[in-house]
């Protein structure tokens, strides 16, 4: 059965069926298809083109529709659909698509599909949240390196480095929660592109599939995925945040750190060498954050020249958009137990925050404090680095008489800071690394992460 076909003398070549045809993909859609079919049908009672018997015949044959065989003979989820209730309901499924085009039909299911799957993401995005805060909450006084340039940088805490993942995740679960604002707005009533033709009351059926308004332009209509794009972008950029997050710990976890340790069913052998341990989990992570990359790309590119206003590029919208939110979805389940999984090793961690001259910048924020030009204080202790360097002398082996010898600008009291955990108590602005500053953080996190679930 086709939706069309009245003005041909014959029917579709099977090459063009085999590519053109979009059954395999898109019945994914069936669900959404079938509830906003029985809320059009609502709709074409109340405006006098069904009886309420039609309706009820309708509604219910509908309801017993059952999921697309693998080989079921039919253009797409929409054929497919109809056929079906033409064989359950009789010639009244005749007029199932008064008024209405498979082009809002699509707009509106692939807008109901999504929202519910971006519900879906954002309560996997909340729950890995949660797993970053309570590792965060047995770290809060454990001294690690921080990094810039790859190089160790400056002491920071566990915690304070599992909360600027919860920052970033935090945002992804903002932007997530705009770009379904914008999906959810109800297409049905828009025609083809120029309207309905029939009083369908928009506003009623969008409230009766729960969206939050209707669209304001049946062209728009027809050619918009600006909506597909929002949510692929957010997509991107929550994958990007995943594959940071795993190429962090896989590094922290390689014997040259050994900072983490991962557990073993994240984790995978070698078929070779019996000692191995590798972090297959976080490099799959990082893998596909390139396939979320490649939808939205992929849908850009089908975009970018088109017309007003619906165009069979647009087709192919829903194969990168259903393979990123699968790989977004799934790698969201799979970074949560990573880190439900991955303890710390916190020696190590501490030693190379201690071997590093990390404490240089405490160093010269200590002597501006005591009154010497910042920028002098910066050269005063890049020449005690130097020279400690020279002499293969870590931190901890200045004792404030050396330190003091080495240039009287430098106070015995300053030699505390040589140890990674003096100097992060300074840093208590809100922001900061401080334990007590991290302490406060995570008592926020925890509450703005509730009040992301309400």
């Known amino acids: 059965m086709k939706l069309w076909g009245g003005r041909f003398e014959s029917g579709p070549s099977e090459v063009f069926q085999r590519y053109s045809w979009s059954l395999h993909f898109d019945s994914r859609l069936f669900r959404v298809d079938v509830l906003g079919s029985i809320a059009y049908a609502r709709a074409l009672t109340r405006v006098g083109i069904l009886n309420d018997d039609e309706c009820s015949t309708l509604c219910e044959a509908l309801a017993s529709i059952p999921e697309p065989p693998p080989d079921a003979p039919d253009e797409d989820i929409h054929t497919y659909v109809i056929r079906m209730l033409k064989e359950k309901a009789g010639g009244v499924a005749d007029k199932m698509h008064t008024g209405r085009s498979r082009n809002e039909q699509v707009s509106l299911d692939v807008r109901f599909w999504l929202r519910e799957e971006i519900d879906r993401t954002r309560g996997l995005l909340r729950a890995l949240m949660s797993d970053l805060l309570n590792f965060a909450g047995k770290h809060v006084d454990t001294v690690v390196a921080g990094y810039t340039h790859m190089r160790r940088a400056q002491p920071v805490t566990w915690a304070h480095y599992l909360l600027a993942y919860f920052e970033a995740f935090a945002r992804d679960h903002e932007r997530f929660t705009q770009a379904r604002a914008r999906v959810n707005r109800m297409p049905l009533g828009s025609g083809a592109l120029a309207g309905s033709g029939f ?29 597909l794009l929002d949510y692929l972008s957010s997509a991107s950029t929550c994958m990007l945040h995943l594959s940071r997050l795993a190429e ?12 983490l340790q991962l557990g073993d069913g994240v984790t995978s052998g070698s078929s070779l060498m019996p000692q191995k341990k590798n972090p297959d989990s976080l490099e799959l992570i990082r893998g596909k954050c390139g396939r979320v990359f490649a939808s939205y790309t992929s849908l850009m590119m089908t975009m970018k020249g088109l017309p007003m206003t619906y165009n069979r590029d647009m087709q192919e919208d829903k194969e990168p958009l259903f393979d990123a939110v699968d790989q977004l979805n799934l790698s969201l389940e799979m970074a949560a137990v990573v880190v439900q999984t991955t303890k710390l090793n916190p020696e190590p961690a501490l030693q190379a925050a201690e071997e590093g001259w990390l404490v240089a910048t405490d160093l010269a924020e200590a002597l501006s404090r005591s009154g010497v030009p910042f920028h002098q204080a910066h050269q005063l202790v890049g020449s005690l680095v130097l020279e400690s360097v020279r002499d293969n002398k870590k931190p901890s082996e200045w004792t404030a008489e050396a330190l003091t010898a080495f240039d009287r600008r430098f106070k015995p009291e300053m030699a505390a ?10 840093r208590t602005s809100k922001g900061g690394t401080a334990p007590s500053t991290v302490r406060n953080a995570l008592a926020e996190a925890r509450q703005r992460l509730e009040s992301m679930s309400s």
């Open 199 to 227: 009083p369908i009351d928009r506003e009623e059926l969008a409230a009766e599939l729960g969206f939050q308004g209707v669209t304001n332009n049946s062209m728009d209509v027809s050619a918009d995925r600006d909506f």
């Open 248 to 259: 962090d710990w896989i590094l922290y976890s390689s014997d040259e750190f050994g900072w």
């Open 417 to 426: 800071l040589m140890n990674p955990a003096e100097g992060m108590k300074t």
